[in-house]
């Protein structure tokens, strides 16, 4: 290498050799790798050649697969020549194109030929390039010329060996496990670097015996170790053994504690920091250890050198965080650091006075920091921010001379997130300290009066919002906020118009004026504000929908009555939309129907009214549907029948011998089959009502098959009468089933987990199934919600697309009032087939319960009453039982 | 190898920022991109100081950065957050003493660039790992150990005289003690 730069010292014609990479291009640079192929070499060709791949590679350029192949090769070709500076430019080549080139394998022989060689230099090289061909094999033998190498007297080739072996010792460890020997010897080196390596090495080669590691660790410390590196490694060690060994060394001094005092006065500086980060880390430091640390951390923060200074105000900045008092000594040099040409220094000696200040000296830092402020780049300026909120929260006293600070540094220049760390710390101040709120909220005021950034503004103002009603006078606000819908942009005075109706809202006495300013906007230009101040106004001004319930509420405040107060006289608010408005009409419409037929009068209250079932297919002759009411110990179904041909009439009127409908099964809670004739049939024009009977209370459940017996009479469509003579007919309808849904009510819970909690584990009963092959879990899910009956909560009814598992919470009143909660797991797995796992959670289990537990021995006895009472977590069982029965049966419904 | 003194990078930039060399040890900067973006960010926050004399240390992305400014380059040394300060200023030490030792003391950019091949085998020196090979297919990612410190033995080592014996200063042959003493002669004048 030495004659290349003097050639070029000699040669300097002009800028030729300056703009050796000029306008360089990748593919005209493997062309010139050709040279490399020549019988004749010319080393410092090649040497430049390889100086141009290595610029590409250095300035992001990457060589295909094939490129680097190519490189690779004609690169080893150049192993011929003797030229020892271009032998170290292709050891560098290799090891740069390596990584891209498995054909690394062919250079080895070579490698093994320069690691033999008598150039020091060569050996050294061919070491660190082989080591990193080299795999399992290979590295055995190659083992004894490593081994050797180690103990080479030159320290270049000690150290390539050593920093090998910590490379190889990563693939092979049993390998270099066996040098332990010689690596030990080298521990010993008067070079600094061998040093270094040696003990990285031994390290590595003990790391999995403890033990061993505290031996070798107790040994160097008594000072054998001159290298300051070295030194410093070991000192991390000694800091990883105490760590590891704490617990059976309690009693008197800590390990190896005179080592690292001692190291707190070697000649090195590396050291001595390295020591006194080592103490300050320990886990429990006590304040004797820290305190001759601490002593030479306060040395070096006077350092001419920056890096000492910054190096020693970071360590103690760190240990200000949990021993502010072993720092307080340092606050003098600290309060000059404030003044340091380099502002991280400065920052950190800013912040770590922060730290460490007391009450009395707050005042002074600040005047200190304020000039400092000016001058420093915005990063900085958030840390200090940062410290003085923490400062603040600990001397609450001192906040109005900290909240003064922060707002005037508010209002001087600054980019976004500074000033978002100024708003966000004064928003913490103004909810932990109750002095500084009403300060701090005009402070607010006054930034937002102007603010650049839209963001910080709106945050502000909804923070005035909710702040500002809790202050004594909070119409102090108005005016600002008020400023801002006159001056600002379409956000801001949206957030404003939100901000006005807050207090409008809360405060009675502000609302009139609120109620001018708000009708000033619904002439804003921006849809958003408009909108927003029509809404307010509407909620303020108009009627007011709860003002009722407002008025019962202060009537028994004052008059408390004797009647309990009647929550469903509260109006409510129809959150469903027009559906759920549709359902609630349908059933008072039935519920007026059917209490209107005096026959039905005397079985109670209409439990539940189902949807239409439509019995016939769409457009036939006749057109029927049927709708369930459900009644304490009734069940009434409803036929609906109409006639779609204009040219005949049917008649059944008043003939009771022609019922249309006829029960075919009823299948009870126990399975058994009941014929049960119909106790009642009402029948009006278009409409026939046929009830059953039931046990009180109970669910059964049952199918219904359906003949319409009837007279059809023929019309004449000239004059629309009807003839005299009708012939009998009838026709068959689809059967109708009384399913578990229908004395299911779905009702809503607002919070599934509170009243999941509150009905308690005791209340609970868990069962699996297997729900059989499935094309979505969506279906699955969805069947077994409408077999349920139940209302979905929480959204949960719908299934993200492709989910292998859902959870539906599910909740309703069951016949005789027992609130129901159900959660459902569903999963599905590969082959389509579906799981779930149902927890019932019910008022009514919970009796049923104590009703089989207070007879043991009458068990089956008790079970029957509760299925018979119609117990909904049997119930529920038994509709996936049907369920699953009818579809794809995999389960066995165990109680039955 | 938790406990090795580790060197994120060394980078060599000229005045305006762009790269010269650079060589870097760990996965922090993924991309090509994602490392020039570092070099900018290093260099638009050293801007405006001094280090023209002594190295000068910043906190940048969360790393510790040693740099120094030497005529028209910038040399710096990144470390880790609880990296030792002073042990990533002895690698810049290092490099600086070294390019220096090299180049005559004339180092700036175009010196520097006429001479790559040297400022490479310098960082190919004072830094060791890389990808180590298991089997032909399987690279195995692996840490950088620093190899080298001292300035003089890795101009040594570059220049290739070390054959002639030990490396340590007392070793040296009389020839380089006399340049090193040259040398440190020439930097005390132009200080």
């Known amino acids: 290498m030495a004659q290349p730069f003097l050639k070029k010292d000699d040669d300097r014609d002009g800028e030729e050799e300056y703009s050796l990479f000029f306008g360089i291009e990748k593919g005209a640079v493997l062309q010139e790798a050709r040279v490399f192929n020549d019988p004749q070499l010319d080393p410092r060709r090649c040497s430049e050649v390889i100086t141009k791949l290595l610029y590409l590679l250095n300035q992001g350029e990457t060589f295909t697969k094939v490129e680097a192949t190519e490189v690779f090769f004609s690169v080893t070709k150049l192993f011929r020549s003797t030229d020892s500076g271009l032998r170290r430019m292709v050891y560098l080549m290799i090891k740069e194109i390596s990584a891209s080139a498995d054909e690394v394998i062919i250079v080895t022989s070579s490698l093994m030929k320069d690691m033999n060689s008598n150039t020091d230099m060569h050996r050294a090289n061919a070491i660190r390039v082989l080591c990193r061909v080299t795999d399992g094999p290979l590295l055995t033998q190659i083992e004894r010329y490593l081994k050797r190498a180690i103990v080479d007297k030159n320290p270049f080739v000690a150290s390539a060996a050593l920093v090998s072996g910590v490379h190889l010792i990563q693939i092979n460890p049993e390998i270099v496990r066996r040098w332990s020997n010689e690596v030990q010897e080298t521990i010993q080196s008067r070079a600094a670097l061998v040093q270094f390596h040696a003990l990285a ?300 109706a807050k207090f409008g809202a809360m405060i009675d006495s502000l609302k009139p004026r609120i109620l001018v300013l708000l009708r000033r906007c619904l002439h804003d230009i921006d849809d958003e504000v408009r909108d927003r101040a029509t809404l307010y106004l509407g909620t303020l001004g108009g009627e007011e929908p709860t003002a009722k319930t407002d008025q019962d509420a202060k009537d028994f405040c004052l008059e408390p009555s004797e009647e309990p107060f009647d929550v469903a006289s509260v109006p409510k608010e129809v959150v469903g939309g027009k559906t759920a408005a549709g359902l609630a009409s349908a059933v008072d419409s039935y ?56 040219e005949q009439l049917l008649e059944n009127l008043g003939d009771p011998g022609y019922y249309i409908c006829r029960c075919i099964r009823s299948r009870g809670v126990l399975g058994s089959r009941v014929e049960a004739p119909p106790v009642l049939t009402v029948q009006f024009p278009g409409q026939t009502f046929v009830a059953f009977e039931k046990p009180a209370g109970a669910a059964t459940v049952g199918k219904f098959s359906n003949l319409m017996k009837f007279f059809v009479k023929e019309v004449d469509p000239s004059t629309g009468e009807a003839e005299e003579e009708g012939a009998e007919d009838e026709y068959q309808l689809e059967d109708v089933e009384v399913s578990a849904a229908d004395y299911m009510l779905k009702v809503g819970v607002s919070n599934f987990r509170n009243a999941w909690e509150s009905l308690g584990p005791d209340n609970e009963r868990v069962d699996e199934y297997g729900l059989g092959a499935r094309e979505t879990l969506a279906e699955a899910v969805a069947a077994v919600i409408s077999i349920l009956g139940m209302q979905p909560c929480e959204g949960t009814e719908v299934v993200p697309a492709n989910s292998r598992s859902h959870t539906s919470l599910l909740s309703g009143v069951f016949i005789g009032g027992a609130r129901v909660l159900v959660r459902l797991s569903f999963g599905i797995e590969g082959s389509k087939q579906v799981a779930m796992k149902l927890a019932v959670r019910s008022d009514d289990l919970r009796s049923a319960m104590r009703s089989t537990t207070s007879s043991p021995t009458a068990d089956s006895s008790s079970l029957v009453n509760s299925l018979l009472r119609g117990q909904p977590y049997y119930l529920i069982l038994l509709c996936i039982y049907i369920y699953t029965h009818t579809t794809t049966y995999t389960h066995m419904y165990r109680y039955m | ?124 020196e004072i830094v060791d790992g890389g990808k180590i090979m298991v089997s032909y297919l399987l690279l195995f990612d692996h840490f950088w150990i620093i190899l080298e410190t001292d300035g003089s033995a890795i101009a040594e080592k570059v220049s290739g005289n070390a054959s002639d014996g030990g490396s340590i200063l007392s070793d040296q042959t009389i020839t380089q003690a006399l340049a090193t003493a040259r040398e440190h002669l020439a930097r005390s004048l132009l200080k």
């Open chain 1, 591 to 646: 519920q007026t129907l059917l209490s209107a037929i005096p026959e039905f009068s005397l079985f109670g209250k209409l439990f539940k009214s189902s949807a239409a079932v439509e019995l016939t297919e769409p457009e036939t002759e006749y057109s029927v549907n049927a709708v369930k009411h459900v009644y304490d110990g009734h069940v009434v179904i409803q036929y609906n029948c109409t006639n779609t041909i204009p």
């Open chain 1, 201 to 500: 090495l031994l390290h590595q080669i003990r790391q999995n015996d403890r033990l061993a590691l505290s031996k070798l660790v107790t040994s160097l410390t008594r000072g054998t170790v001159r290298s300051p590196l070295a030194q410093c490694l070991l000192i991390r060690y000694a800091s990883q053994v105490i760590r590891e060994s704490t617990t059976d060394n309690q009693t008197g001094d800590r390990l190896f504690h005179d080592f690292l005092e001692s190291c707190l006065r070697h000649k090195s500086e590396m050291v001595i920091l390295e020591a006194a980060r080592a103490i300050t880390e320990l886990s429990g430091v006590t304040s004797r250890e820290l305190s001759p640390a601490v002593t030479v951390l306060q040395l070096l923060l006077s350092s001419s050198k920056p890096v000492l200074r910054f190096s020693a105000v970071r360590t103690l900045n760190k240990v200000a965080i949990t021993h502010p008092l072993a720092v307080t000594n340092c606050s003098i040099d600290m309060e000059s650091l404030i003044s340091d040409p380099n502002r991280s220094i400065a920052t950190l000696a800013i912040t770590t006075l922060l730290k460490i200040g007391n009450e009395a000296s707050v005042d002074r830092l600040m005047k200190q920091i304020t000039s400092f402020m000016s001058d420093i780049a915005d990063e900085f300026k958030i840390v200090v921010v940062e410290a003085i909120r923490s400062l603040c929260l600990k001397f609450p006293q001192k906040c109005r001379s900290l909240m003064n600070f922060l707002s005037s540094i508010l209002r001087e220049e600054g980019g976004f997130e500074y000033k978002k760390v100024i708003v966000d710390s004064i928003f913490i101040l103004i909810r932990d300290i109750p002095d500084a709120k009403e300060t701090g909220l005009f402070h607010l005021c006054e930034f937002i009066e102007d603010c650049e950034f839209t963001y910080l503004s709106t945050q502000i103002l909804h923070f005035l919002g909710n702040e500002g009603l809790k202050t004594p006078d909070p119409g102090k606000f108005i005016r600002h906020i008020n400023n801002r819908v006159i001056l600002e942009n379409a956000t801001v005075r949206a957030a404003a118009v939100s901000t006005l």
């Open chain 2, 1 to 124: 190898m938790d406990y090795c003194p580790k060197v994120k990078n060394i980078v060599l930039l000229d005045s305006k920022g762009k790269r010269v060399a650079a060589k870097y040890c760990t996965d922090d900067w993924p991309t090509f991109s994602a490392k020039l973006a570092f070099e900018k960010s290093v260099f638009t926050r050293t801007q405006k100081t001094n280090a023209q004399t002594e190295a000068e240390v910043a906190m940048i992305d969360g790393f510790v950065v040693i740099y120094r400014f030497i005529q028209d380059l910038i040399f710096f040394v990144t470390g880790g957050d609880d990296e030792n300060e002073l042990i990533l200023e002895t690698v810049l030490q290092g490099f600086t003493d070294a390019v220096g030792l090299l180049l005559r003391n004339n180092v700036d950019k175009k010196t520097a660039v006429e001479n790559l091949d040297v400022i490479l085998l310098c960082l190919d």
